[in-house]
Nanobody
Framework: QGQLAESGGGSVQAGGSLRLSCTAS????????MSWFRQAPGKEREGVAL???????????VYADSVKGRFTISQDNAKNTLYLQMNSLKPDDTAIYYC???????????????????RGQGTQVTVSS
């Protein structure tokens, strides 16, 4: 089992941008399925964006409706790093952001990743109005 480490959080005003990074170490094939989650105070952890490769496809992305068109997930396989580019940020985006990963295809859903996937410590994103 490997480790995940997020960075890049901070405080911005509404309409601003941030780019989060998540570096994976100790995995042999972590690029299969990686995802970003977020958890706001008093709310459940929710999936934000997911990227997976396998079964003949590469770099397929999935986004929550609340971030479509504003957030972009990407990965640098050579650096074992996952990114989340967040534009047009809103106060509702304020949360702790976590990256999660799995090398098991059957766990490559937000529900399973939330329950079984590896997870980093998180990075705080605060958006002020």
């Amino acid at each position: 089992q490997g480790q995940l480490a997020e960075s890049g959080g901070g405080s911005v005003q509404a309409g601003g941008s941030l780019r989060l990074s998540c570096t994976a170490s100790g995995y042999t094939n972590i690029n299969y399925c990686m995802s970003w989650f977020r958890q706001a105070p008093g709310k459940e952890r929710e999936g934000v964006a997911l990227i997976y490769s396998g079964g003949g496809v590469t770099g397929v992305t999935v986004y929550a409706d609340s971030v479509k068109g504003r957030f972009t997930i990407s990965q640098d396989n050579a650096k074992n790093t996952l990114y989340l580019q967040m534009n047009s940020l809103k106060p509702d985006d304020t949360a702790i952001y976590y990256c999660a990963a799995t090398t098991r295809p059957e766990w490559c859903t937000w529900t399973s990743l939330r329950r079984y996937g590896d997870r980093g410590q998180g990075t705080q994103v605060t958006v002020s109005s």
